[in-house]
């Protein structure tokens, strides 16, 4: 639908916005039935498997404690990943981040914090290197994207002996690892919906962190990047706009008219 603008007058400029408005819907109404598609069939391999474990506990008591402890296994591993892929839907559906009020914060800080969470967690070494920055933002849009990135860099170099790197420079961060790394193709795509890498396709995981990441640095006027990292490894993080906020970012929803 095009409503006639161009010309000076409060109809005219009336008019351009409810064409801006009606194009904004169009996209976010692509947007999601995209989503859609690619969640009906991403749910469809865990479930799928989900039901053949449950046929298979019809024949609990036959099976050996081996085979128990493996399928009993399978099945909470599968269900932690269904659980987890359910969330990050609902996140990236929702946009839940957007009812949270911007403030004052410093990166830093923030990675500090976010950092020492995840040493605790996964007692891997994760080093900060990181110049004060205050930015206005959603500190737990932000913090959720940090931690997104870390568990990403875990989860490819599980066995590690070398520290995860984050490193904030001005309005950017970014998590260093010695994982197998990115090629040209990865580094294209890897923040897409769903898309798994050749090496990650047998790891655990959604394929919806990285992409989670590139929403919160969207909606904060900022960008994502991700690159090989000189002595292998990868390099993958985002920037942050210096007022915080993408231009068509929306406001909290109690600051909203």
Same mark, same amino acid.
């Given at each position: 639908m095009?409503?006639?603008a161009?010309?000076r ?9 409810m064409?801006s408005?009606?194009?904004e819907?169009?996209r #976010?109404?692509d ?7 690619d969640? +009906?069939?991403?749910?469809r391999?865990p479930l799928?498997s989900? @039901?053949?474990?449950? $046929?298979v506990l019809?024949?609990f008591?036959?099976? $050996?404690? *081996?085979?128990?402890? %493996? ?9 932690r990943?269904?659980t987890?892929? !359910? ?10 981040w957007d009812v949270?009020?911007?403030?004052? !914060?410093?990166?830093?800080?923030l990675?500090? @914090?976010? &950092?020492?969470r995840f040493? @605790?967690?996964s007692?891997r070494?994760i080093t900060i290197?990181a ?15 940090? #931690?997104?990135?870390l568990?990403?860099a ?9 520290p995860?790197?984050?490193r904030?420079r001005?309005? $950017?961060?970014e998590?260093?690892?010695? +994982?197998?790394?990115?090629d040209?193709?990865d ?7 769903f898309? %798994?890498?050749s *090496? &990650?396709?047998a790891?655990?995981g959604s394929?919806l962190?990285l #992409?989670?990441v590139r929403e919160?640095?969207?909606?904060h006027?900022g *960008?994502?990047?991700?690159a ?5 490894g990868?390099?993958i993080?985002? *920037?942050i ?10 406001p909290p &929803?109690?600051?909203?008219s």
């Amino acid at each position: 639908m095009n409503i006639p603008a161009g010309g000076r007058d409060e109809v005219s400029r009336l008019g351009t916005s409810m064409q801006s408005m009606l194009t904004e819907l169009a996209r #976010s109404r692509d947007d999601q039935h995209r989503l859609l598609q690619d969640a +009906g069939h991403e749910l469809r391999t865990p479930l799928t498997s989900l @039901r053949t474990n449950v $046929s298979v506990l019809r024949r609990f008591a036959e099976l $050996s404690p *081996t085979s128990q402890r %493996r399928l009993l296994d399978d099945v909470d591993g599968e269900t932690r990943e269904l659980t987890n892929l !359910v969330n990050e839907l609902v996140e990236l559906a929702t946009d839940r981040w957007d009812v949270e009020p911007t403030e004052p !914060v410093d990166l830093a800080v923030l990675a500090d @914090r976010t &950092a020492e969470r995840f040493r @605790r967690r996964s007692g891997r070494t994760i080093t900060i290197d990181a110049e004060p920055c205050v930015v206005t933002a959603r500190p737990h849009a932000v913090e959720r994207a940090l #931690s997104n990135l870390l568990d990403n860099a875990i989860k490819f170099d599980p066995d590690g002996t070398e520290p995860i790197q984050v490193r904030v420079r001005g309005g $950017s961060i970014e998590v260093l690892d010695r +994982g197998p790394g990115l090629d040209q193709q990865d580094t294209n795509r890897v923040f897409d919906r769903f898309y %798994r890498s050749s *090496t &990650a396709r047998a790891l655990p995981g959604s394929g919806l962190g990285l #992409s989670i990441v590139r929403e919160v640095a969207a909606d904060h006027g900022g *960008t994502v990047k991700a690159a090989p990292r000189p002595g292998g490894g990868a390099v993958i993080g985002f *920037t942050i706009a210096a007022d915080g906020m993408s231009p068509t970012s929306k406001p909290p &929803a109690a600051a909203r008219s």
